[in-house]
């Protein structure tokens, strides 16, 4: 079968392994075969491409399997009682490692697809699920205002979800210009297309002279921006730091977040029982409409092109798709 290896830096090579063997229910109970069939790129894993977010060495090779996590496909064996073969889910594997044909999981990591929904709008269920799982910290959000810091998938979905906790003013902030455009799509009331540093007569501007009570940081892992959180944020607010920084994180000004008296909230690892079916459930009832972010689409055998276009956010791209050899469906059903 096909597995997917980061020889080197920013180098995607297919190769062949063997298939994985499903273990006795007596030696590893519990396990399912998992056939992923559609995927889509994720800003977690541009570090294991890029290698260079600092402080932290990638070594290479990585290992065989990364970096793919968001995914949805088919159960095509198992050990255990959760899943039937033939079941289609959406899968999270272990690791991030799922640039496989075919992997082992735990039958814990999946969730059942809601029927309502097209493959390519299912798996963004996972993505979304730590968007609410982050949202769950948050205050009650109603007629309060709020800024997101950086645009990309995440930070569009951001927008999407405080669109649904009734914030008054949702201000999406980021440089790309096609990203700033797009977050008046997905729910911000106001856009700046700029870096947080230079934002804030803006932001009072648009605020009648205060300062947003919330400030989101979702721009993380190549880069970090939690002191423009704080300098954003209003006294006694709260700031969402979601955004994976880099290893370790660069020297950052706690001590203005202490003047100001803030809350620092952070968020990673949902819950497989209730937030990414929550998720799969709000996007099934169009409670948010995220379709607006799938830009871009390759085969398996264009991996390297899928992620040389995501790392450069070249031509508009927000959420690149990548199809397995399983994958057999016609994307406009």
Same mark, same amino acid.
């Given at each position: 079968m096909l597995a997917g290896r980061l020889t080197s830096r920013r180098t995607i090579e297919l190769c062949d392994l063997p298939e994985p063997e499903l273990p006795s229910a007596d030696d590893q109970p519990g396990q399912i075969l998992f056939q992923p069939e559609l995927t889509c790129l994720c800003g977690s894993d541009l570090p294991f491409f890029d290698g260079d977010f600092e402080g932290h060495t990638v070594t290479y090779p990585q290992p065989i399997g990364m970096s793919l996590h968001e995914m949805v496909g088919t159960v095509v064996d198992t050990n255990g009682g959760r899943w039937t073969p033939g079941t289609r889910v959406l899968a999270v594997p272990v690791e991030q490692q799922g640039l496989m044909e075919r992997f082992l999981l735990?039958?814990? /990591?999946?969730?059942?697809?809601?029927? /309502?929904?097209?493959?390519? $709008? +299912?798996?963004? +269920?996972?993505?979304?699920?730590?968007?609410? &799982?982050?949202?769950?910290?948050?205050p009650n959000m109603i007629d309060r205002d709020v800024a997101v810091l950086g645009l990309g998938p995440i930070g569009q979905m951001f927008l999407a979800g405080l669109r649904n906790l009734g914030a008054r003013h949702i201000i999406g902030i980021d440089p790309i210009p096609e990203r700033a455009h797009l977050?008046?799509?997905?729910?911000a009331t106001e856009t700046l297309c700029a870096c947080g540093r230079d934002c804030e007569q803006d932001i009072r501007s648009i605020l009648s002279g205060k300062l947003p009570q919330v400030v989101v940081e979702a721009v993380g892992h190549?880069?970090? +921006?939690?002191?423009?959180?704080?300098?954003?944020?209003?006294?006694?607010?709260? *700031?969402?730091?979601?955004?994976?920084?880099? $290893?370790?994180?660069?020297? $950052?000004?706690?001590?203005? +977040?202490? &003047?100001?008296?803030? /809350? $620092?909230?952070?968020? *990673?690892h949902p819950d497989f029982d209730r937030t990414f079916p929550l998720a799969m459930r709000w996007l099934a009832e169009r409670r948010v409409d995220l379709s607006p972010l799938l830009t871009h689409r390759f085969p398996l055998s264009r991996i390297q092109d899928a992620f040389d276009l995501f790392r450069d956010r070249r031509d508009g791209a927000i959420k690149v798709l990548v199809e397995f050899p399983a994958w057999n469906r016609d994307p406009t059903d």
């Open positions: 735990d039958e814990n /990591r999946a969730v059942a697809l809601d029927d /309502r929904l097209s493959d390519e $709008i +299912a798996l963004l +269920a996972q993505p979304f699920g730590t968007v609410l &799982w982050a949202l769950q910290k948050l977050g008046k799509t997905m729910g190549r880069a970090q +921006a939690f002191d423009q959180a704080v300098s954003l944020c209003a006294e006694h607010g709260d *700031i969402l730091y979601f955004g994976v920084p880099p $290893i370790p994180v660069p020297q $950052i000004n706690l001590r203005a +977040a202490m &003047w100001k008296n803030l /809350r $620092i909230l952070t968020s *990673i």
